[in-house]
């Protein structure tokens, strides 16, 4: 059974600084990668994927990929309170009908 | 912009009642999928559909069924509400061929007393 790993937090972080968010995943014949921001109440909305090794960039955000390691992470960069959120992972093994397994998600707080 | 719909945002019925939650879409994906998610449990799949009236069990359909009659449309049916049915339903839409990345509707809280 596919497994995607993320330690559920809370991870406090001050206003400013880096938020490291990280996922581990058990398929090794996964293919693409994807971080999710969910606030409370709220449905998850798509931030970032990755598809390579390596590091994407995308204004604050930065996601890293090491498939040897299976190993997914999600750089925030001068964090902001509104970047307090629930960020789930989630892992495909390609496209086509191929669904996503999710992780249960990090919940973030960045204090003022 | 992907939009996804969904009919309700939040909704209460009785114990034995049949429910329909309906999700629409609007960019003409080949994928639907219908989530609930519960605290502490994460988003578990209950059935999805990769073409008009064909659809697939997730990991816990007991109790639902899924109707796909339209490409853009895709109904979750609760034949008989059980008060264990009180969740969060998520709709979620992929392009399919061009990829997998989910985009979700705002979701429905339903209560079932």
């Known amino acids: 059974q596919k497994e995607v790993e993320q330690n559920s937090g809370p991870l406090s972080v001050p206003e400013g600084a880096i938020a490291s968010l990280n996922c581990t995943y058990s398929?090794?014949?996964?293919?693409?990668f994807f971080w999710y921001r969910q606030y409370s109440g709220k449905s998850p909305e798509l931030i970032m994927f990755i598809y390579s090794n390596g590091d994407k960039e995308d204004g604050r955000f930065t996601a890293q990929l090491n498939k040897a390691s299976q190993y997914v992470s999600l750089l925030i960069r001068d964090s902001q309170p509104s970047d307090s959120a629930t960020y789930l992972c989630?892992?495909?093994?390609?496209?086509?009908?191929?669904?996503?397994?999710f992780g249960k998600g990090t919940h973030l707080i960045i204090q003022p | 912009d992907v939009k996804v719909t969904q009919s309700s945002r939040y909704l209460v019925k009785r114990t034995g009642e049949k429910v329909f939650l309906e999700c629409v879409q609007d960019?003409?994906?080949?994928?639907m999928f219908w989530y609930r998610q519960d605290p502490g449990l994460g988003l578990r799949l209950i059935y999805f559909?990769?073409?008009?009236?064909?659809?697939e069990k997730g990991d816990i359909p007991e109790g639902y069924s899924v109707s796909r009659e339209k490409k853009e449309r895709f109904s979750l049916i609760l034949e008989s509400a059980s008060t264990n049915q009180t969740s969060m339903y998520l709709c979620?839409?992929?392009?399919?061929?061009?990829?997998?990345?989910?985009?979700f509707g705002p979701g429905t809280r339903l209560t079932v007393l």
């Open positions: 960019m003409d994906h080949e994928n």
């Open positions: 979620a839409t992929s392009p399919g061929a061009t990829g997998n990345e989910q985009f």
């Open positions: 989630a892992v495909g093994s390609g496209g086509g009908a191929d669904g996503l397994t």
């Open positions: 398929d090794r014949g996964s293919q693409s």
């Open positions: 559909s990769y073409d008009v009236k064909m659809k």
